[in-house]
């Protein structure tokens, strides 16, 4: 089992930056993938980034060359440095937790970005 906790979002002006945290928990050793999804009012739930436990990293193109995800596994958290953000990156962002055929999602951190 494991437990994932977001931190970080918040209200930033468009061109701003935020630090998005995902703290997890539990049984965490097997997890191989983590990753940030983000899902907007009337939008579905999509991928916006990846990262693999051997360190490959996939991004959507929306956020290509503004957000960057890591993985600090001494605390057991990933990150995603979100910048240059737009108005259309408002989002509820959630973390996500592959382990096996296991899924585990945390609750979810609001960003919302303001013209």
């Known amino acids: 089992q494991v437990q994932l906790v977001e931190s970080g979002g918040g209200l930033v002006q468009a061109g701003g930056s935020l630090r998005l945290s995902c703290a997890a928990s539990g049984s965490i050793s097997s997890i191989n993938v983590m990753g940030w999804y983000r899902q907007a009012p009337g939008k579905q739930r999509e991928l916006v980034a990846r990262i693999t436990s051997g360190g490959s990293t996939r991004y959507a193109d929306s956020v290509k060359g503004r957000f960057t995800i890591s993985r600090e596994y001494a605390k057991n958290t990933v990150n995603l440095q979100v910048n240059s953000l737009k108005p259309e990156d408002t989002a509820v962002y959630y973390c996500?937790?592959?382990?096996?055929?296991?899924?585990?999602w945390g609750q979810g951190t609001q960003v919302t970005v303001s013209s």
């Open positions: 996500m937790a592959l382990e096996g055929d296991a899924d585990y």
